[in-house]
């Protein structure tokens, strides 16, 4: 029930997000171009601040045509004069192979620790998700601690949650519950779904924390209602039980279908099996059929044996409906289905 270790990969969300916060006034070119053109006269003098910010307008497409391999031309001019955002920003293009730039961790993790060393938290972040899975550097879950704990004494939110999680799971430092609870109720108040879901965690087990279902169902459900599909499937386990909350099976099933969607396991074996005994949702055992046997398909022992049963009780019509709706939802959730 619980994430114990979310290391969130170096994305182009990250990418574009950090271009984003520069996306204002003072980066925007005027009508006539003339911002545009100050900018890059300034960058083209060696100006670090505008060769950052033209790279950023060339990735972008903000005043000038869009053009990744520009602005990693720009990017990386900045980052050789020691501009740590421009590092940054650099060592994410070669992470995902962006900008003309051949994805490489190796340059990846030099961008970063440049970065890093100057103090830059999302740097920091990254160079400890870097550690964490071994990716341009070995496998080092002391160096990822460190590195974590740098950014998330900064308050970076996803180096807090990870942090936790190297707590909660004892890798590169002594587990440690009460310190995992820490960093997940730190990047849990910022926002932060996994965190949220795995400071529910600890309040159900009562592991760090007192145990508390209530405190359980609050976080989950500020998880949850940001999509994360195992505070999804946790908040419909709880609405089942009644755990911190009054039972309500049409609650629960949906969450779990809400789950269910997303290509959680746990969630379709559970809905499934409230749409065969009909709680919380009319009896449809074509239904029943569709997310037993999707959750079978993840490996799922309780959902591959339930499905066993299902092909012995079912009817033919019944296993034929149930296999069409797995054929339609594939179809419909690539990625989920993957």
Known sequence: MRDLLSIMVLSILLFTGLFAGYTN????????GSMEQQIRIKAEQGDAEAQK???????NGIGVAQDNKLAAFWFRKAAEQGYAEAQLILGLMYNEGQGGLAKDYSQA???FRKAADQGLAMAQYNLGVMYARGEGVARD????????????????????????AMYANGEGVAKDDIKAAYWYRKAAEQGVPTAQNNLGAMYIAGDGVQKDDKQAVMWYRKAAEQGNAEAQNNLGVLYASGRGVGTDHQQAAF??????????AMAQLNLGWMYFNGTGVAQDYAQAYLWIYLAATQGLEKAINLRDNLVETLTPAQIREGQKLVLEWIATHPQAAQ
């Open 25 to 32: 006034a003072e980066s925007m070119p005027n009508i006539d």
């Open 53 to 59: 910010k033209l790279g950023v307008m060339y990735a």
């Open 109 to 111: 993790v030099a961008w």
């Open 141 to 164: 879950d002391k160096q990822a601690v460190e590195w974590y704990r740098k950014a998330a004494e900064q308050g970076d939110a996803e180096a807090q949650n990870n942090l936790g």
């Open 255 to 264: 969450w779990f279908s809400k789950a269910a969607d997303q290509g959680e």
